[in-house]
């Protein structure tokens, strides 16, 4: 069973990605201190993260920067945030994929299992 990380502070998103992870038969675990996501990281050790940019203290692409330093797991951003700024600094910081919100649930669930496929 593969195990999936979400990072996401907006709680609505996070319940309904993690419902919708466990119906497809991943562990889904979600960080809900944002002080301590590189802790949560380490500790959980899960095969794909999926992670907001905007989050309270430091954002997205600095955690995947911390990620990336220790990991090669993919990290999938989900964001409503979509210029090309966004989405370059994403990939330059070790992103895999981004998907700008609003997303469909089953293109997420496709992605998802396309990367963990390779």
């Known amino acids: 069973m593969y195990k999936i990380l ?9 319940d309904i990605i993690k419902e919708s992870l466990c119906k497809w038969g991943f562990e889904a675990y979600a960080v809900n201190n944002f002080n301590n996501v590189f802790e ?3 500790k959980v050790k899960p095969q794909l993260v ?6 309270p203290a430091f954002d997205g692409f600095y955690w995947c920067n911390k990620i990336r330093n220790v990991s090669k797991v993919p990290v999938i951003f989900l964001s409503s945030r979509s210029t090309n700024m966004d ?3 994403a990939v330059n ?11 469909s649930l089953d293109i997420l669930m496709a992605k998802i299992n396309a990367i963990l496929r390779r």
């Not at 999926?50 to 989050?55: G, I, S, Y």
């Open 93 to 103: 910081t070790g992103a895999d994929d981004y998907i700008t919100k609003p997303f």
């Open 87 to 89: 989405v370059i600094m």
């Open 40 to 42: 949560e990281f380490v």
């Open 6 to 14: 979400i990072i996401e502070d907006e709680e609505k998103i996070r």
């Open 50 to 55: 999926l992670m907001d940019v905007n989050l």
